[in-house]
């Protein structure tokens, strides 16, 4: 009962958001533009791709002979169907390393994300988007640890920029944030069930997922808004056009847990915010014990459609008729 009126709830409160409306362009707020992170979702509808997202992590234990490391390589292509409303697909390719023992490797499940951006404020600097994400379970390689069950994350995506502080806090106004907050609802509840070993030890096992809380938020420092708008400090072209930043996500469970922990990663990293292109690096920094991993990184490309296509690709579906 309870999953079926928390299901119910989002995915009512995210259609009733669908019906606001206003027209804004991608990422932009007021003088405040809003770039692509990368371990969280950002506000903006846009025609885009990311191309190639590398990542790369160690898991398992400190000793080599035992240790897993973990290369995925993705791509994430977003496209517009209205001027406020999108859909994305995300495909992965998984590479899993096991010291002395044999590779896996394989695809992981498909995701899609039907997003709708309903609200700008520009005096604010405040974007505002909902969306719901699905995970297409039986879709990926079951040697990567690819679930057969699928889920559903009804999410609300937010932007805020500090360009409306007070003048005597100018330094302080290329500062923005982004986050996300979703609630993941697993296609199967979790059960738990009874297994005999070899020797007569009984232990439970989880056979599925529980529900999951799942959020984040980064933190920028714009330094093309701070030359634009506060003060050219004659930077050359490269600082000019970096965005320092530290992005923070999170999965919690939300229903019997059997076993499953808050999990986390701390990513401090640069984004670099070219004509038609962006280029971001950062490092994933386990958040919490339960996360059982070495430091890792993360680098994308991520291409703006509508700087390199205007008329084709980088415009709504419904402006081609």
Known sequence: ?????????????CSTLFLSA????????????????VTIDDPAVADEASLPTIQYQRHGASDDDVALHQTDISAEFSKRITEHLGISIRPSYTIIDRTGAN??????????????????????????????????????????????TGSTTPTIYFGKGFGDLPDSLDWFKPLAVTGIFGYRFADVPTRTSTVVDDDGNVSLRSDHSPDQFVYGVSVQYSIPYLQA??????????????????????????????????QGTIAPGLIYSGDSFQLAAELLIPATRRSNASTGFIFQIHWFFDDLFPTTL??????WF
């Open 229 to 262: 708008n506060i003060k050219d400090l004659g930077l050359p072209d490269f600082l000019g056009r970096l965005t320092p930043l530290v992005e923070f996500a999170y999965s919690s469970p939300a229903t019997t847990s059997n076993g499953v922990r808050t």
């Open 1 to 13: 009962m309870f999953r079926s009126i928390l299901r119910t709830t989002g995915v009512v409160a």
């Open 103 to 148: 590779n896996s490797y394989g695809f992981g499940n498909i995701e899609t994300t039907l997003k709708y951006q309903f609200l700008q404020n520009a005096p604010h600097e405040l974007l505002m988007s909902a969306g719901v994400t699905r995970e297409w379970g039986g879709t990926g390689a079951a040697a990567i640890g690819s679930e057969t």
């Open 22 to 37: 206003g027209a804004f362009a991608h990422g932009v707020a007021g003088k405040r533009v809003f770039p692509t992170t």
């Open 314 to 319: 980088g415009k709504p579906i419904v402006d």
